[in-house]
C-alpha cells in the first residue's frame, strides 16, 4: 500500500534521517538510506513496515509512505501506521513561532538557518519512550540498548521487506502478558521488570488523545504516578514521546558542552535552562537543535529533499 503525507513547511526528510543515525536509543531499529529509511511497528498485533521518501523540496514537501505486512491492512490499522509516521517526523508541526523567536536570537539564528526543515524526530510511539526511559536508567548506553532489543525479539513482531527482517516494538498489551519474572529475565537489575509491567498495565488502559491533548499538568501527574517514573523519565516521554515540553529537565553534559559552542562561552547547566526556558513551549526545539548540532549535517547543495 502506498500512500502520501503532506507535511507542514519547511520540511527536509535528510535532516531526520541525520538525526535518526545518531540517534542513540533507536540505534539498528531502522534501515536509513539515501533519501529514505524503513521501520516497523507493531499494530494490533500486527508488525507493519513502512518506507518514506521525500518529493519536492523543503518548502514544498511531500512524503510517499509505502507499507509492507504479511497480511491485509485493515483501514484501522493503515491509518493507525500513517499516524505513528507522522508521529514519529512530527509532520504536522508548524515551526513558525520557533523560527521567529531564533531570528532574533544571534546565538542560535545561524544554526537554526543552517538546520531550516528540521522538525522534532520522536519514537513512535509514547510507550516505547517510557519503556526506553525505565530501562535506560543508570546503566551504559550499549547494555540498554541490548535490554531494549531482547524485549522487542520477545514480545514484538516482524516483517520482512526486500530480505532485511524489521522488529516492530512491542504494544502494551504484548508487554504485560509478559508477566514480572519474564520481564526480569530480559530486563536484569533494579527495577526495570517492575516499571515496565507497571507501564504496560498504564498504558494498555489509557486513552492516547488524554496523553496528546490533556493539560500537561494532567498527563505528568498520570505518569508520575506509575511506578518507576519520575521527574526526569516523565519529562523525558512528554517531549520524546509526545513533543510536549515540560521544562529543561533533561540536561547532559553533552547539551551544555553544544550550548557553549553555540553561545561562544562557557555554560552552566542552570545556564542551559534558562535559554531553553527564555524558547517557553518552544524550550524543547531551543534543546533539539543545540542537541542536533552535534552530529547533524546540513544537506550539501542538491541533497536537500531530492525532487522527483
Known amino acids: 500500500m502506498s500512500l502520501a503525507l503532506r507535511p507542514v513547511a519547511p520540511f527536509d526528510l535528510s535532516l531526520s534521517l541525520e538525526f ?11 534501515l536509513v538510506e539515501a533519501g529514505s529509511f524503513t521501520k516497523a511497528i507493531c499494530c494490533s ?36 501506521v500513517l499516524g505513528r509516521v507522522q508521529a514519529l517526523l512530527s509532520t504536522d508541526e508548524d515551526l513558525g513561532p520557533f523560527h521567529a523567536l531564533a531570528a532574533a536570537d544571534p546565538a542560535m539564528a545561524p544554526l537554526v538557518s543552517r538546520l531550516r526543515g528540521l522538525h522534532h ?5 509514547a510507550f516505547e519512550a517510557a519503556c526506553w526511559g525505565v530501562i535506560n536508567q543508570r546503566i551504559q548506553l550499549p547494555l540498554a540498548r541490548a535490554m ?21 516494538f512491542p504494544e502494551p498489551r504484548a508487554v504485560e502478558s509478559l508477566g514480572e519474572t519474564e520481564l526480569a529475565r530480559l530486563l536484569p537489575g533494579g527495577r526495570r ?32 504516578a506509575i511506578h518507576g517514573v519520575g521527574p526526569f523519565t516523565s519529562g523525558f516521554v512528554l517531549y520524546r514521546g509526545l ?5 529543561a529537565t533533561m540536561i547532559s553534559p553533552k547539551l551544555v558542552d553544544a550550548a557553549s559552542r553555540i553561545h561562544g562561552r ?27 548540532s552535534t552530529f547533524v549535517d546540513a544537506p550539501a547543495p542538491g541533497r536537500q529533499a531530492a525532487a522527483s
Open 20 to 30: 535518526l543515525r545518531g540517534f542513540g536509543p533507536m540505534a539498528g531499529e531502522q
Open 45 to 80: 498485533g500486527q508488525a507493519v513496515a513502512f518506507r518514506v521518501r521525500q518529493k519536492g523540496d523543503r518548502d514544498r514537501p511531500i512524503l510517499d509512505v509505502d507499507l509492507f505486512s504479511d497480511r491485509a491492512l485493515s483501514a484501522g490499522v493503515w491509518r493507525h
Open 121 to 125: 524526530v520522536k519514537f513512535p510511539s
Open 148 to 168: 531494549k532489543c531482547a524485549l522487542m525479539r520477545r514480545a514484538g513482531a516482524s516483517v520482512v521487506v526486500d530480505g532485511v527482517e524489521h522488529w516492530g
Open 193 to 224: 521488570a517492575r516499571a515496565v509491567l507497571e507501564l504496560a498495565r498504564a498504558f494498555s488502559s489509557v486513552d492516547e488523545r488524554f496523553l496528546e491533548r490533556a493539560p500537561i499538568d494532567e498527563v505528568r501527574e498520570w505518569l508520575r
Open 243 to 247: 513533543g510536549r515540553f515540560d521544562g
Open 266 to 292: 562557557p555554560l552552566s547547566a542552570s545556564d542551559v535552562a534558562h535559554l531553553a526556558g527564555e524558547y517557553g513551549a518552544w524550550g524543547g526545539h531551543w534543546m533539539l537543535y543545540v542537541w542536533a
